[in-house]
Protein backbone atom coordinates (compact mmCIF):
# COMPACT_ATOMS: atom_id res chain seq x y z
CA UNK A 1 0.00 0.00 0.00
CA UNK A 2 1.67 3.35 -0.76
CA UNK A 3 1.92 5.76 1.66
CA UNK A 4 -0.85 8.44 0.95
CA UNK A 5 -3.67 5.61 0.68
CA UNK A 6 -1.80 3.79 4.42
CA UNK A 7 -2.38 7.30 5.57
CA UNK A 8 -6.14 7.92 4.69
CA UNK A 9 -6.91 4.32 5.84
CA UNK A 10 -5.69 5.54 9.55
CA UNK A 11 -7.50 7.99 9.56
CA UNK A 12 -10.75 6.74 7.74
CA UNK A 13 -10.40 4.20 11.18
CA UNK A 14 -10.28 7.64 13.06
CA UNK A 15 -6.99 6.69 14.59
CA UNK A 16 -3.19 8.85 14.52
CA UNK A 17 -0.29 7.54 12.60
CA UNK A 18 0.94 5.11 15.57
CA UNK A 19 3.70 5.74 16.98
CA UNK A 20 6.20 3.80 19.51
CA UNK A 21 5.74 5.65 22.72
CA UNK A 22 8.05 3.36 24.68
CA UNK A 23 10.76 4.26 22.51
CA UNK A 24 10.21 7.73 22.55
CA UNK A 25 10.19 7.56 26.93
CA UNK A 26 13.48 6.07 26.12
CA UNK A 27 14.52 9.30 24.34
CA UNK A 28 12.87 10.82 26.75
CA UNK A 29 15.49 9.51 29.97
CA UNK A 30 18.04 9.92 27.60
CA UNK A 31 17.60 13.71 26.52
CA UNK A 32 16.47 14.70 30.29
CA UNK A 33 20.00 13.66 31.59
CA UNK A 34 22.03 15.08 28.48
CA UNK A 35 20.35 18.34 29.36
CA UNK A 36 20.73 18.27 33.14
CA UNK A 37 24.45 17.34 32.85
CA UNK A 38 24.76 20.13 29.96
CA UNK A 39 23.77 22.93 32.15
CA UNK A 40 25.94 22.26 35.02
CA UNK A 41 28.66 23.54 33.18
CA UNK A 42 27.54 27.17 34.04
CA UNK A 43 29.20 29.47 36.23
CA UNK A 44 25.93 31.25 37.64
CA UNK A 45 23.30 28.79 37.66
CA UNK A 46 20.59 31.04 38.77
CA UNK A 47 20.85 33.55 36.18
CA UNK A 48 18.88 33.02 33.16
CA UNK A 49 20.59 30.71 30.37
CA UNK A 50 20.75 33.65 27.53
CA UNK A 51 22.97 35.85 29.89
CA UNK A 52 25.64 32.90 29.65
CA UNK A 53 24.76 31.84 26.19
CA UNK A 54 24.06 32.99 22.61
CA UNK A 55 20.30 31.96 21.04
CA UNK A 56 20.84 28.71 18.68
CA UNK A 57 22.70 25.86 19.01
CA UNK A 58 23.07 24.20 22.17
CA UNK A 59 24.78 21.36 21.56
CA UNK A 60 23.90 17.88 19.96
CA UNK A 61 23.54 14.67 21.36
CA UNK A 62 25.89 11.69 20.27
CA UNK A 63 23.22 9.10 20.35
CA UNK A 64 21.29 8.99 17.10
CA UNK A 65 17.69 8.06 17.44
CA UNK A 66 16.48 5.26 14.89
CA UNK A 67 12.71 4.46 13.90
CA UNK A 68 10.73 3.46 11.54
CA UNK A 69 8.64 5.38 9.28
CA UNK A 70 4.68 4.29 7.84
CA UNK A 71 6.15 1.87 5.15
CA UNK A 72 8.62 0.57 7.60
CA UNK A 73 12.16 2.37 6.21
CA UNK A 74 14.18 2.90 8.66
CA UNK A 75 14.92 6.55 9.66
CA UNK A 76 18.18 8.26 11.22
CA UNK A 77 17.73 11.20 12.58
CA UNK A 78 20.33 13.74 14.74
CA UNK A 79 19.29 15.34 17.68
CA UNK A 80 20.29 19.10 18.29
CA UNK A 81 19.34 20.95 21.36
CA UNK A 82 18.49 25.02 20.86
CA UNK A 83 18.09 27.95 22.93
CA UNK A 84 15.63 30.51 22.17
CA UNK A 85 14.00 33.46 23.79
CA UNK A 86 10.32 33.03 23.24
CA UNK A 87 8.15 36.05 22.30
CA UNK A 88 5.72 35.07 25.17
CA UNK A 89 5.83 32.70 28.11
CA UNK A 90 3.22 29.84 27.89
CA UNK A 91 1.88 28.17 31.01
CA UNK A 92 2.07 25.10 29.30
CA UNK A 93 5.68 25.45 28.05
CA UNK A 94 7.41 27.49 30.24
CA UNK A 95 11.03 24.84 30.05
CA UNK A 96 10.52 23.87 26.17
CA UNK A 97 8.55 25.89 23.96
CA UNK A 98 8.82 23.66 21.10
CA UNK A 99 10.64 21.76 18.32
CA UNK A 100 10.92 21.09 14.83
CA UNK A 101 11.98 17.92 12.33
CA UNK A 102 14.32 19.76 9.81
CA UNK A 103 15.52 17.62 6.63
CA UNK A 104 19.47 18.29 6.97
CA UNK A 105 22.74 17.01 5.69
CA UNK A 106 25.18 17.09 8.59
CA UNK A 107 28.32 15.46 6.74
CA UNK A 108 30.68 14.81 9.57
CA UNK A 109 30.34 17.91 11.66
CA UNK A 110 30.40 17.64 15.44
CA UNK A 111 27.79 16.36 17.00
CA UNK A 112 27.19 13.13 14.95
CA UNK A 113 28.02 10.10 16.23
CA UNK A 114 29.58 7.26 13.99
CA UNK A 115 31.28 9.27 11.44
CA UNK A 116 28.43 9.83 9.09
CA UNK A 117 25.74 12.88 8.48
CA UNK A 118 21.95 12.35 8.65
CA UNK A 119 19.46 13.88 6.41
CA UNK A 120 16.85 14.73 9.52
CA UNK A 121 17.53 16.60 12.03
CA UNK A 122 15.12 16.52 15.38
CA UNK A 123 15.66 19.92 17.69
CA UNK A 124 14.26 21.10 20.56
CA UNK A 125 14.33 24.39 21.87
CA UNK A 126 14.87 25.37 25.42
CA UNK A 127 13.62 28.44 27.21
CA UNK A 128 16.65 31.06 27.32
CA UNK A 129 15.06 32.90 30.29
CA UNK A 130 14.94 29.93 32.50
CA UNK A 131 18.36 29.68 34.48
CA UNK A 132 20.25 26.01 34.22
CA UNK A 133 19.47 25.49 38.20
CA UNK A 134 16.11 24.97 37.27
CA UNK A 135 16.80 22.19 35.23
CA UNK A 136 17.75 20.01 38.08
CA UNK A 137 15.16 20.98 40.42
CA UNK A 138 12.88 18.07 41.50
CA UNK A 139 10.24 20.49 41.75
CA UNK A 140 9.99 20.97 37.94
CA UNK A 141 11.04 17.74 36.93
CA UNK A 142 7.58 16.44 35.90
CA UNK A 143 6.91 19.34 33.93
CA UNK A 144 9.97 19.32 32.12
CA UNK A 145 8.78 14.99 31.21
CA UNK A 146 5.62 16.40 30.61
CA UNK A 147 6.59 19.33 28.18
CA UNK A 148 9.27 17.03 26.35
CA UNK A 149 7.38 14.02 25.71
CA UNK A 150 4.21 16.40 24.37
CA UNK A 151 6.78 17.81 21.77
CA UNK A 152 8.37 14.64 20.83
CA UNK A 153 5.46 12.66 19.80
CA UNK A 154 4.73 15.46 17.88
CA UNK A 155 8.22 15.18 16.15
CA UNK A 156 8.01 11.36 15.86
CA UNK A 157 4.60 11.54 14.06
CA UNK A 158 6.44 13.83 11.38
CA UNK A 159 9.27 11.46 11.13
CA UNK A 160 7.17 8.63 10.59
CA UNK A 161 4.70 10.41 8.18
CA UNK A 162 7.57 11.90 6.32
CA UNK A 163 5.35 13.12 3.47
CA UNK A 164 6.81 16.75 1.32
CA UNK A 165 5.93 19.74 2.57
CA UNK A 166 6.13 22.18 -0.68
CA UNK A 167 7.19 25.86 1.28
CA UNK A 168 5.85 28.42 3.44
CA UNK A 169 3.15 30.58 2.05
CA UNK A 170 2.91 34.15 2.30
CA UNK A 171 -0.40 35.63 4.64
CA UNK A 172 -1.55 39.25 5.09
CA UNK A 173 -1.97 38.43 8.61
CA UNK A 174 -0.57 36.00 11.75
CA UNK A 175 -4.12 34.94 11.94
CA UNK A 176 -3.60 33.83 8.11
CA UNK A 177 -0.68 32.17 8.89
CA UNK A 178 -2.00 30.37 11.50
CA UNK A 179 -4.57 28.94 10.30
CA UNK A 180 -2.42 27.44 6.88
CA UNK A 181 -0.07 26.34 9.73
CA UNK A 182 -2.59 24.00 11.59
CA UNK A 183 -4.09 23.33 8.25
CA UNK A 184 -1.35 21.29 6.81
CA UNK A 185 -2.00 17.93 6.54
CA UNK A 186 1.11 16.84 8.32
CA UNK A 187 0.83 19.55 11.43
CA UNK A 188 -3.21 18.16 11.67
CA UNK A 189 -1.84 14.49 11.87
CA UNK A 190 0.92 15.71 14.60
CA UNK A 191 -1.31 17.49 16.64
CA UNK A 192 -4.26 14.91 16.47
CA UNK A 193 -1.89 12.64 17.80
CA UNK A 194 -0.91 15.21 21.09
CA UNK A 195 -4.13 15.78 21.68
CA UNK A 196 -5.36 11.77 21.66
CA UNK A 197 -2.24 11.42 23.73
CA UNK A 198 -3.61 14.46 26.49
CA UNK A 199 -6.48 13.11 26.60
CA UNK A 200 -6.27 9.38 27.46
CA UNK A 201 -3.28 10.35 29.39
CA UNK A 202 -6.18 12.47 31.63
CA UNK A 203 -8.21 9.43 31.32
CA UNK A 204 -5.70 7.22 33.01
CA UNK A 205 -4.79 9.77 35.87
CA UNK A 206 -8.52 9.51 36.54
CA UNK A 207 -8.90 6.04 36.87
CA UNK A 208 -5.79 5.79 39.23
CA UNK A 209 -6.46 9.21 41.37
CA UNK A 210 -9.74 8.82 41.68
CA UNK A 211 -12.08 6.33 43.87
CA UNK A 212 -15.24 5.68 42.15
CA UNK A 213 -14.37 6.77 38.80
CA UNK A 214 -16.19 6.21 35.33
CA UNK A 215 -15.74 6.66 31.39
CA UNK A 216 -18.57 7.80 29.05
CA UNK A 217 -18.37 7.03 25.63
CA UNK A 218 -20.72 10.23 25.31
CA UNK A 219 -20.11 13.13 23.96
CA UNK A 220 -20.18 15.31 27.20
CA UNK A 221 -17.51 13.28 28.82
CA UNK A 222 -15.05 13.51 25.87
CA UNK A 223 -15.93 17.40 25.39
CA UNK A 224 -14.66 17.75 29.62
CA UNK A 225 -11.71 15.72 28.24
CA UNK A 226 -11.13 18.57 25.69
CA UNK A 227 -11.08 21.21 28.07
CA UNK A 228 -7.54 20.28 29.66
CA UNK A 229 -6.14 19.72 26.35
CA UNK A 230 -3.67 22.07 26.13
CA UNK A 231 -3.14 21.09 22.12
CA UNK A 232 -7.12 21.21 21.61
CA UNK A 233 -7.49 24.19 22.88
CA UNK A 234 -4.52 25.59 20.91
CA UNK A 235 -5.93 24.41 17.59
CA UNK A 236 -9.31 24.51 17.60
CA UNK A 237 -10.16 28.24 16.41
CA UNK A 238 -7.64 27.69 13.62
CA UNK A 239 -9.00 24.49 12.35
CA UNK A 240 -10.95 23.72 9.00
CA UNK A 241 -14.55 21.74 9.94
CA UNK A 242 -13.13 18.60 8.09
CA UNK A 243 -9.97 18.91 10.03
CA UNK A 244 -11.48 19.40 13.43
CA UNK A 245 -14.30 16.47 12.44
CA UNK A 246 -10.81 14.61 11.69
CA UNK A 247 -9.13 15.08 15.07
CA UNK A 248 -12.72 15.03 16.99
CA UNK A 249 -13.15 11.87 15.64
CA UNK A 250 -9.84 10.59 16.81
CA UNK A 251 -10.60 11.43 20.17
CA UNK A 252 -13.34 9.63 20.47
CA UNK A 253 -12.21 6.66 18.76
CA UNK A 254 -9.40 6.56 21.17
CA UNK A 255 -12.11 7.05 24.28
CA UNK A 256 -14.16 4.08 22.89
CA UNK A 257 -10.88 1.92 22.52
CA UNK A 258 -9.29 2.65 26.11
CA UNK A 259 -12.83 2.21 27.81
CA UNK A 260 -12.38 -1.59 28.32
CA UNK A 261 -9.16 -1.51 28.95
CA UNK A 262 -9.29 1.31 31.84
CA UNK A 263 -12.54 -0.49 33.43
CA UNK A 264 -10.55 -3.94 33.53
CA UNK A 265 -7.44 -2.73 35.35
CA UNK A 266 -9.41 -0.39 37.85
CA UNK A 267 -12.65 -2.29 38.29
CA UNK A 268 -12.35 -2.04 41.63
CA UNK A 269 -13.22 1.43 41.71
CA UNK A 270 -15.54 1.59 38.81
CA UNK A 271 -18.74 2.85 38.66
CA UNK A 272 -20.43 2.15 35.53
CA UNK A 273 -22.53 5.19 34.21
CA UNK A 274 -25.26 3.16 32.67
Not at 192 to 220: L, P
Amino acid sequence: MILREYIRAILKEGRPIPIDKELIKTYLDEITTHIKRHMQQYDEPDKPLLDQAEVGRLFGMDRLIRLKDVREGEVVVSLEIRVVKPKFKNWSRLFVPGGGVHSRYYGNEQGVAEGYGTPWVLYLNLDGTVPPAAWSDKLNRHAIARELYSILIHEFTHLRDLLPYHGKQEHDSEEEEAIEYYNRPVEVRAFMQQVVDEVITDMEKKAVDTEGWYIDTAWDYIESLLEKSYNWQRIKGFLKPENKRKVLKAVARAVTDLHPELKEKYKESYIDPA
